[in-house]
């Protein structure tokens, strides 16, 4: 895999500033919470249309091809968060292999998108992630994209030194979509992540 995503992870931390608001919310023996916020400029409903188009915001150098063109997320329920791996002599029309990185549970055009799956090299752990995207209008204009990614299970590094590594390399994805989409100017402090809200009917 080029640029592997367990190296970049090991030096995300140093490398990557914040978005407007990220926190490792929560670490223990079995998991770690992450939650992080920013406010752009765009309405909801563009901020979900660059939302699911990871080629035009994802770093490639956190992928397994090097190339986030190769990345796609289809957003309705089953749909996946996947990666193609081009073949060097034929790239489009006979690719190596696939990477699912993540599989859509949860859809509410443009509230709401969750995925499911372990990111990174949390891949080949024994653990499950779920990452929930919320976007909430800004009174005045704009969003607020809120970030809540839940890992749990059986990881060989501790969590409490792995949480911080995943955080930076998340993190740096949001700052990347708020570039894209311009982030808000700061009129006041800057957006703390909180819980993301339920949909109506989630949790019955």
């Not at 800004?138 to 590094?157: A, D, H, L, N, S």
């Amino acid at each position: 895999m080029r640029n592997g995503i367990a190296a970049a992870l090991i030096f995300a931390c140093s490398a990557i500033a914040g978005p407007a608001s990220a926190e490792v919310a929560a670490s223990g023996e079995t998991g770690f919470v992450i939650r992080q916020a920013a406010d752009v400029e765009a309405s909801p409903e563009a901020a979900w249309d660059q939302l699911v188009k990871p080629s035009a915001w994802w770093n490639g150098k956190h992928s397994y091809s090097g190339d986030a063109a190769n990345l796609t997320i289809d957003p309705r329920a089953g749909g996946c968060f996947c990666e193609v791996l081009p073949s060097p002599t034929s790239p489009r029309a006979a690719p190596r292999g696939s990477v699912e990185h993540m599989r859509v549970i949860y859809v509410e055009r443009p509230r709401v998108l969750r995925m499911s799956g372990a990111l990174g090299p949390l891949q080949s752990e024994g653990a499950q992630g779920t990452l929930t995207i919320a976007l909430r209008p800004i009174e005045g204009g704009g969003t607020r994209i809120m970030w809540e990614y839940v890992v749990g299970g059986y990881i060989r590094q501790k969590p409490d030194q792995m949480a911080p590594m995943v955080d930076a390399v998340l993190g740096e994805q949001l700052r990347r979509l708020a570039a894209e989409l311009g982030p808000k100017a700061a009129s006041r402090p800057p957006a703390q992540p909180q819980n993301t809200p339920q949909s109506p009917g989630e949790g019955r």
